[in-house]
Every structure is written in structure tokens, then in C-alpha cells.
């Protein structure tokens, strides 16, 4: 049997704001911080340690794996970070509050774009200041790959490449794995790896900076996921 641990970063700035955050680079607040400590303590205090790391190229997943990996006392091991783990790009929403999105939009609206796979919110163009091409550490992706919106379906899309080839060969090789990820990457995951309906993945709410385990037998089928708290 074989154990992967799957952790959404601690609260961010944006998260403590109440605005839609996706590929922007909001920190983690003092509170994310201490979140982030909490969950390394849980997972030493279970006894938990791992030979490899993955995250996002956000620095509120990168430090929360960071703090994580100091609780356990693991800052050495190799951690590979990856755009492809990034949380969905969230368009025009980016930086708005949540409050204001509801008053200009309609909650029904807002909490399509926020819940239904397959719902675009809307989109940039590619001479807004937040649209990624203008962002050196997205200067490897193709143009197809530079996201203007996203819906969830996308963002499983392009996680499972990532997923398939660097997480799940990690496992192939017996290691243990964390992965500190985002709201929405990690329910994209999560929907594939339960075999989540759309209707399904609607309900799927993950908290942030909470140890979400799941146990795999050898043919890495999942037997059964939790979290630790
Ligand atoms: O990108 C964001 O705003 C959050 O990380 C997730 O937001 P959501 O819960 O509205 O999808």
C-alpha cells in the first residue's frame, strides 16, 4: 500500500481579501503561514515523511510546501514545481472581490464560474497586464498553452500531463509523495482520481493547508482518502 499527500496552499493574502486569485502571485497571510506549520506538524505528528515534493510556480504553494517540509524536517528533498499545477486562471475575475462580483454579475452567475467544469469566466486579452505571456516564468509555454480564461475541465486538462508523467511515475519508483497545490488544480485532480461526476465535482470544497491523503494499492487504484487534522 502506498500513501500520496495532497495539501492546498494556506491562506493567501487574496484568500484573506476575499478576491479571486487564480495565476496571480498572491503571498501567503500570517495566518496561511501558520496554517502551513500546522499541517507539517500533523503530518510529523502521524509520522508521515516523503522522498519528493511537487507544487505550482505560485509562491503561496511554494512557501506552504516550504513551511511544510521545515515542520518535518525534510527541506532537502527534491521539489519540482510546475506551472501545470497552477490554480485555474481565473480571467477577468482575477482580483476581484467576491462581494463585487455577486453585486455586478448575480451569485447564480458568479458561483457557475466559480463551480460548473464547465463555465468560462471572462476573459482577458492578451494585452492585459495579467495575462501570463508577459510573465518570465511562463516564457516556455506555448501560445496555446498561455490561458486568457479557464474552466475546470481545461485546468484537468492540463494537469493530468504533469500527473501522468512526474507524480504518478514518482509513486511507479516507491516514493512517497506530497503535493501542495490550489483550490481548483486539486480538485481537477481529485475529480479524476475519484472519478467525479460534473454534478459531483460542484460539492467538492477543499480547505486550505489540510493534509488530504489518499491510500493506493500497487496498481496505484485508490482504496481509500481522508483528511488528517
Ligand atoms: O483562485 C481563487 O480565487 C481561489 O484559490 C479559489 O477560488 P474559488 O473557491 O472561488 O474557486
Redesign the pocket.
Given at each position: 500500500m502506498q500513501k500520496i499527500v495532497l495539501i492546498?496552499h494556506g491562506e493567501?493574502i487574496?484568500?484573506l481579501e476575499n478576491?479571486?486569485?487564480?495565476w496571480?502571485d498572491a503571498d501567503l497571510s500570517e495566518n496561511g503561514y501558520l496554517q502551513a506549520k500546522r499541517a507539517g506538524a500533523i503530518l510529523k505528528k502521524n509520522g508521515y515523511n516523503f522522498d519528493a515534493g511537487f507544487t505550482s510556480y505560485l509562491k503561496r504553494s511554494i512557501k506552504t510546501m516550504h513551511f511544510v517540509l521545515e515542520e518535518l524536517d525534510h527541506l532537502w528533498i527534491p521539489v519540482e514545481k510546475s506551472w501545470r499545477l497552477n490554480?485555474?486562471f481565473?480571467g477577468d475575475?482575477?482580483g476581484m472581490n467576491?462581494d463585487d462580483a455577486i453585486a455586478k454579475y448575480g451569485a447564480e452567475q458568479v458561483q457557475k464560474w466559480?463551480?460548473d467544469p464547465n463555465e468560462y469566466p471572462p476573459a482577458i486579452t492578451r494585452d492585459d497586464p495579467r495575462f501570463p505571456g508577459h510573465d518570465l516564468r511562463y516564457q516556455d509555454l506555448t501560445d496555446r498553452e498561455l490561458p486568457l480564461t479557464e474552466n475546470l475541465s481545461e485546468t484537468m486538462d492540463r494537469v493530468l500531463p504533469f500527473w501522468n508523467e512526474a507524480i504518478v511515475n514518482a509513486m511507479r519508483r516507491n516514493q512517497k509523495v506530497i503535493v501542495v497545490a490550489?483550490?481548483?488544480s486539486l480538485?481537477s485532480l481529485i475529480k479524476y482520481i475519484d472519478c467525479l461526476t460534473d454534478e459531483q465535482v460542484t460539492q467538492l470544497?477543499i480547505p486550505t493547508a489540510t493534509p488530504w491523503v489518499y491510500e493506493l494499492d500497487h496498481g496505484l487504484n485508490q482504496i481509500r482518502h481522508y483528511y488528517l487534522d
Open positions: 492546498r493567501s487574496f484568500n478576491r479571486f486569485t487564480g496571480e490554480e485555474r481565473y475575475l482575477q467576491k466559480r463551480r490550489h483550490g481548483n480538485r470544497e
